[in-house]
């Protein structure tokens, strides 16, 4: 395990690959991103981001009160518009770390999942989270707006949701956002792992190669019009077919004929 002061990075071998699991540490804090948690994290991410070998990557929060109960709210009292920017910035550049992450991302949202922890989850490519779990943006309440990967919201959940929920600063429960799509599992408190564990068995019998190119094929249609998307599958098609990864998938099902 790599210990840093407010996060954890644990590497585990399985049959299959590597899988790696953060945990971001400050339970007393409802795990709040602090500038130095970013720090750490877009650190950590960044050194995940460089293992060609790891298959998958799990986040979650310490403790079982939160995944992340927003950003500080002790550094946010503090803040003027050139700090509110940097601090801003910082959150942004550890978030978006995250989601550059070339293997997938399984977002584990066990507790409150608000502001800047609903933006960390939606980098996320998969999400899960237990029953009794609330999320939501709230800062409107605290007199500022929502931003940075706030702007994903609306393509995952929709765009009156998503408005529902950025203009009121109200929370939505655990099925409320299965329902409009924010997160894909909701499962009873204390089986969260349950439905980790059945999504990392399905990555690991993937060819991890083809995950790969599919995450950064998802990547690009978020901003390609849908004939460059077509076009730059073609290319990613072709590019699969370099490598021996095909051929040795598909053989298991042309034996079992």
């Given at each position: 395990m790599t210990d840093y002061e407010y996060i954890q990075v644990a590497r585990e071998m399985r049959k299959g690959g590597e899988i790696a699991t953060i945990t971001l540490n400050r339970p007393k804090k409802l795990n709040a991103m602090s500038t130095a948690m970013n720090h750490e994290l877009r650190k950590a991410a960044h050194a995940l981001s460089k293992d060609k070998d790891l298959r998958a990557v799990v986040l979650t929060g310490a403790g079982d009160k939160a995944f992340v109960g927003g950003a500080d709210i002790d550094e946010m009292s503090e803040l003027d518009a050139p700090s509110a920017r940097e601090f801003i910035t910082n959150l942004h550049r550890a978030i978006n770390e995250v989601r550059m992450l070339p293997m997938p991302v399984i977002g584990r949202i066990n507790g409150f999942c608000l502001g800047a922890g609903l933006e960390l989850a939606a980098v996320c490519d998969m999400r899960v989270a237990e029953e009794g779990t609330k999320l939501g943006m709230p800062?409107?309440?605290?007199?500022?707006?929502?931003?940075?990967?706030?702007?994903?919201?609306?393509?995952?959940?929709?765009?009156?949701?998503?408005?529902?929920?950025?203009?009121?600063?109200?929370?939505?429960?655990?099925?409320?956002?299965?329902?409009?799509?924010?997160?894909?599992?909701?499962?009873?408190?204390?089986?969260?792992?349950?439905?980790?564990?059945?999504w990392l068995e399905s990555l690991l019998a993937s060819g991890p190669q083809a995950v790969r190119i599919q995450k950064r094929l998802m990547r690009q249609w978020e901003n390609l019009p849908i004939d460059a998307a077509i076009r730059s599958a073609i290319d990613a098609f072709e590019e699969s077919h370099s490598g021996p990864e095909p051929k040795a998938y598909l053989s298991r099902f042309t034996r079992k004929g």
């Amino acid at each position: 395990m790599t210990d840093y002061e407010y996060i954890q990075v644990a590497r585990e071998m399985r049959k299959g690959g590597e899988i790696a699991t953060i945990t971001l540490n400050r339970p007393k804090k409802l795990n709040a991103m602090s500038t130095a948690m970013n720090h750490e994290l877009r650190k950590a991410a960044h050194a995940l981001s460089k293992d060609k070998d790891l298959r998958a990557v799990v986040l979650t929060g310490a403790g079982d009160k939160a995944f992340v109960g927003g950003a500080d709210i002790d550094e946010m009292s503090e803040l003027d518009a050139p700090s509110a920017r940097e601090f801003i910035t910082n959150l942004h550049r550890a978030i978006n770390e995250v989601r550059m992450l070339p293997m997938p991302v399984i977002g584990r949202i066990n507790g409150f999942c608000l502001g800047a922890g609903l933006e960390l989850a939606a980098v996320c490519d998969m999400r899960v989270a237990e029953e009794g779990t609330k999320l939501g943006m709230p800062e409107v309440r605290v007199g500022m707006p929502s931003v940075i990967e706030a702007v994903l919201l609306p393509r995952i959940m929709g765009w009156g949701k998503a408005a529902e929920i950025l203009l009121t600063g109200d929370m939505i429960d655990a099925q409320d956002a299965k329902q409009c799509g924010l997160i894909q599992q909701v499962t009873p408190k204390g089986r969260i792992d349950d439905q980790v564990e059945a999504w990392l068995e399905s990555l690991l019998a993937s060819g991890p190669q083809a995950v790969r190119i599919q995450k950064r094929l998802m990547r690009q249609w978020e901003n390609l019009p849908i004939d460059a998307a077509i076009r730059s599958a073609i290319d990613a098609f072709e590019e699969s077919h370099s490598g021996p990864e095909p051929k040795a998938y598909l053989s298991r099902f042309t034996r079992k004929g």
